[in-house]
């Protein structure tokens, strides 16, 4: 016997078990029913005839004997399911809902699920063009378009859809950087979608989407994106600081342009400046000195330095 390895041929290991125990279910079950039918019909005809007539005996023998081959011989297709019949080996035809008669040992009837199904695909180890390493998951959703097609040309199309979605993603992650594939996963996603698509429609496949989950990095990038990401924040901070700071200085180098061109207005500004000192609760004695003053001393010659030098 095989000794799996890993988890996935584990996985793959007990899918097959369950399902050539199912396969011997189905063909046992025709004649299990029939023997159980045989000794109920053995054990209990003598009581259930015992104070019958003889010339009733034969209506209900018949009627016993048309239910056994009733619930030999039918079997029940739901409305979700399309019935792929095989007589003596040979695909005969697909059964729609509904009860349909099958014959044990010569007819077999495989029953196909034609509703969308879900396969989460398992964490995949991929590397990038850029040469980084990611984990990265998804989830596939698919129904079966024909189901002749399903159960004639291929083993087990579930299996087999799981294993091409691992592959092409690999696949797809490889061919782009990392950049490309955090901020595109859409499109990686479609791009996954139409490849698994193609190659499962020999198959009577329908890959209806793809869906990226999770795309993991490891550790010591999360760091690094971390800082790069405070930089590009840090960067913009002192950016707006000095923008802020030109449109500061522009305006102020206006406001002197304005109050240097009207008389008095300087002088409006200095006693405006005196009345917010005021209402501050400090010690702080400010005397403000006109500027007149100071250039009637300029226009008559008087240098302030010089006259401190005098004294």
């Known amino acids: 016997m095989e000794i799996p390895q890993n988890e996935d041929e584990l996985k793959r290991m007990v899918e097959r078990m369950q399902k050539q125990r199912k396969q011997v279910g189905n063909s046992i079950t025709p004649f299990l029913k029939l023997i159980i039918v045989g000794v109920l019909i053995i054990n209990f005809a003598p009581v259930l005839f015992s104070n019958i007539p003889l010339s009733m005996i034969g209506p209900w023998l018949f009627l016993g004997i048309l239910l056994a081959l009733a619930i030999i011989l039918i079997r029940q297709i739901d409305q979700y399911e399309r019935g792929v019949m095989l007589t003596l080996g040979r695909y005969s035809g697909t059964k729609q809902p509904g009860w349909r008669i099958v014959v044990p040992i010569f007819q077999r009837l495989i029953k196909i699920d034609m509703r969308?199904?879900?396969i989460d695909v398992p964490d995949q180890d991929a590397?990038?063009?850029?040469?980084?390493?990611?984990?990265?998951?998804?989830?596939v959703y698919y129904r079966v378009k024909s189901a002749e097609t399903a159960v004639l040309e291929i083993e087990d199309f579930r299996f087999a859809i799981?294993?091409?979605?691992?592959t092409t993603m690999r696949d797809v992650v490889g061919e782009m950087e990392l950049d490309e594939l955090l901020a595109n996963r859409d499109?990686?996603?479609q791009k996954i979608k139409i490849i698994v698509d193609e190659a499962s429609?020999?198959?009577?496949?329908?890959?209806t989407g793809v869906e990226l989950k999770h795309v993991e990095l490891p550790q010591d990038l999360k760091r690094t994106i971390g800082k790069q990401a405070e930089a590009e924040r840090e960067r913009r901070a002192v950016v707006i600081k000095a923008e802020g700071?030109?449109?500061a200085a522009a305006n102020m180098a206006e406001a002197a342009r304005i109050l240097g061109g009207q008389a008095g207005a300087l002088h409006l500004r200095t006693l405006q400046s005196l009345n917010d000192l005021s209402s501050d609760q400090?010690?702080?004695?400010?005397?403000?000195v006109p500027l007149e003053i100071l250039r009637a001393f300029e226009r008559a010659g008087i240098n302030i330095p010089?006259?401190?030098k005098h004294d």
């Open 116 to 118: 969308v199904m879900v």
């Open 127 to 139: 590397i990038t063009r850029d040469n980084i390493s990611v984990n990265v998951n998804a989830v």
């Open 162 to 166: 799981s294993q091409l979605a691992q």
């Open 187 to 189: 499109q990686v996603s």
């Open 201 to 207: 429609d020999p198959w009577g496949i329908s890959v």
């Open 245 to 247: 700071e030109v449109q």
């Open 282 to 288: 400090s010690n702080t004695v400010v005397f403000a």
């Open 306 to 308: 010089d006259m401190q």
